[in-house]
């Protein structure tokens, strides 16, 4: 089993920055595809990056490129997002999840770590 535990999260003010944090555990993930989702009140939950472990590729939305940067800790099994301008529609719910393979759905979540971004 997967566990995937998200923090950092917090009430930060317009063009401030946050690091999210996600810890994994449960198995080891040499292989796998990490990624950052959100979901904003009253919105569908999105893709916000990835990065695949074996390599390090990273994607991004375009609505967050330039101004988030995911990266990975493989000795602490933990992958981080650091958030920068923070924007007030950046408000959401911010999720980690993690799939086996790079073309499979994502298939294990955290529980969310909220983001709320005062103007």
């Known amino acids: 089993q997967v566990q995937l535990v998200e923090s950092g999260g917090g009430l930060v003010q317009a063009g401030g920055s946050l690091r999210l944090s996600c810890a994994a555990s449960?198995?080891?993930?040499?292989?796998?595809?990490m990624g950052w989702f959100r979901q904003a009140p009253g919105k569908e939950r999105e893709f916000v990056a990835a990065?695949?472990?074996?390599?390090?590729?990273?994607y991004y939305s375009d609505a967050v490129k330039g101004r988030f940067t995911i990266s990975k800790d493989n000795a602490k099994n933990t992958m981080y997002l650091q958030i920068n301008s923070l924007k007030p529609e950046d408000t959401a719910v911010y999720y980690c999840?993690?799939?086996?393979?790079?073309?499979?759905?994502?298939?294990?979540w955290g529980q969310g770590t909220q983001v709320t971004v005062s103007s």
């Open positions: 449960g198995r080891t993930f040499s292989s796998w595809t």
């Open positions: 990065i695949v472990w074996s390599d390090g590729s990273t």
């Open positions: 999840a993690a799939k086996a393979a790079v073309r499979t759905p994502y298939n294990y």
